[in-house]
């Protein structure tokens, strides 16, 4: 019943910027909270950011703060991940997700509806 489809990535050097999409197919409570997360490979998957309904509500992963910027437009269905000052250590597959209820957890198994991802590299 909900679809995610993210799209953006790509390489980018150190210092460069990247905005990441994720287009949302499906009822709009399916989607009352939405976050991205990532992979490095070999690694587990760890929160980025994420966002409540109205966009009012954010909250970031220390690693990105001042440098990421969530957001979304509800009436194009679509979240976003606004990447600058990208870091080598940003280097991951990026997910986006979302969740039934309100609240933005940091944990994986709070959010219900996952995208495929997208790959991001960062070189130096």
């Known amino acids: 019943q909900v679809q995610l489809v993210e799209s953006g990535g790509g390489l980018v050097q150190a210092g460069g910027s990247l905005r990441l999409s994720c287009a949302v197919s499906g009822p709009s409570r399916s989607s009352n909270a939405m976050a991205w997360f990532r992979q490095p490979p070999g690694k587990e998957r760890e929160f980025v950011a994420g966002i409540n309904w109205s966009g009012i509500s954010t909250y970031y992963a220390s690693s990105v703060k001042g440098r990421f910027t969530i957001s979304r437009d509800n009436a194009k269905n679509t979240l976003y991940l606004q990447m600058n000052s990208l870091k080598p250590e940003d280097t991951a597959v990026y997910h986006c997700?979302?969740?039934?209820?309100?609240?933005?957890?940091?944990?994986?198994?709070?959010?219900?509806?996952w995208g495929q991802g997208t790959q991001v590299t960062v070189s130096s």
């Open positions: 997700a979302a969740r039934l209820s309100v609240g933005i957890p940091t944990t994986r198994n709070e959010y219900h509806y």
